[in-house]
C-alpha cells in the first residue's frame, strides 16, 4: 500500500488544475502503460490521486483502466491494488456508470492473472502467490499461473455480483463478460454464496445481450 499512498498537498495540486487538462494527463498515461507498462507502472502515484479525482468520472475511470493493464502486465500486485481501490474514500464515482464498466474490468482481469479452472480452489490458510500448478501436470502457460484462493475467489465473485445488479446495461453487461473467466472456479468452489444457477444465468444472459452462443466457453 505504501507505493500508492499520494500526499494531500498532491491531490489538491491536482485539484487545481484544468479538468481537461486532468483528464488529458491520465490519457496519456494511458497511452504509455499500454505501450510499456514497466515504464507505466512510474505513475502509479499518480493514478491513485486520479481515482479521488471529485471532477471528471472519465479521470477516475480511466484511472482505473491503467490499474487494470498494470496488473495484467505483472507490473502491479492485483490483490493490493485491489484493496487499494476497495479502501473507503479511494475512489470517487463509485455510482457512475464509466467507472463501474472500469471496476468490472479490473475484477474480471484476475481471470487472466490467476488459474481459474475448474479444480479445487485453495483454502484460505494457503498462499495464493506462492502456489501455481506444477509443469509436470500442465504444459500450457495459462494453467502455470498462481492458483485463486477460495477466499479471493468469493470475494471478486461478491464484488461482481454487486455490479451485476446495477441498471444501467453497459455495466450488467461487462460485468457477465469479466464473471466468464471465473465460471469455472465457482462451479467447483464449495461454498452457499455461489449460485447453483451461476452458469446458465451467465450464458442466458450473453445470449440475449450478445446473439452469440458462449456455451463452449462456459463448460
Not at 491520465?26 to 479525482?53: C, H, K, N, W, Y
Not at 481501490?85 to 472500469?102: A, M, T
Not at 446495461?169 to 454464496?193: E, I, K
Request: one cysteine or more; aromatic letters at 8%.
Amino acid at each position: 500500500d505504501a507505493d500508492m499512498n499520494v500526499g494531500t498537498s498532491s491531490l489538491r495540486a491536482l485539484g487545481n488544475e484544468v479538468d481537461e487538462f486532468r483528464l488529458a494527463r491520465v490519457l496519456a498515461i494511458l497511452d504509455v502503460v499500454r505501450e510499456d507498462p514497466e515504464a507505466g507502472s512510474e505513475f502509479v502515484g499518480l493514478l491513485q490521486t486520479f481515482l479521488m479525482d471529485r471532477q471528471l468520472p472519465g479521470v477516475v475511470s480511466t484511472a482505473v483502466d491503467c490499474l487494470t493493464y498494470l496488473c495484467s502486465a505483472d507490473c502491479l500486485d492485483f490483490n493490493a491494488t485491489l484493496r487499494i481501490i476497495r479502501k473507503e474514500g479511494r475512489l470517487n464515482f463509485k455510482q457512475h456508470p464509466s467507472v463501474l464498466i472500469s471496476l468490472a474490468d479490473f475484477y474480471g482481469a484476475g481471470a487472466d492473472i490467476f488459474y481459474c479452472s475448474a479444480e479445487k480452489t485453495l483454502s484460505e490458510g494457503d498462499a495464493t502467490e506462492a502456489t501455481s500448478v506444477p509443469d509436470s501436470v500442465h504444459d500450457d502457460y495459462e494453467e502455470r499461473l498462481p492458483r485463486i484462493s477460495e477466499e479471493h475467489l468469493l470475494s471478486l465473485h461478491d464484488h461482481l455480483w454487486d455490479l451485476v445488479q446495477e441498471p444501467h446495461v453497459a455495466v450488467r453487461s461487462q460485468t457477465y463478460l469479466a464473471l466468464t473467466g471465473y465460471v469455472p472456479a465457482l462451479l467447483a468452489c464449495q461454498d452457499d454464496r455461489v449460485p447453483a444457477d451461476l452458469r446458465e444465468r451467465v450464458y442466458q444472459t450473453l445470449r440475449k445481450e450478445y446473439h452469440v452462443d458462449s456455451h463452449k466457453g462456459l463448460q
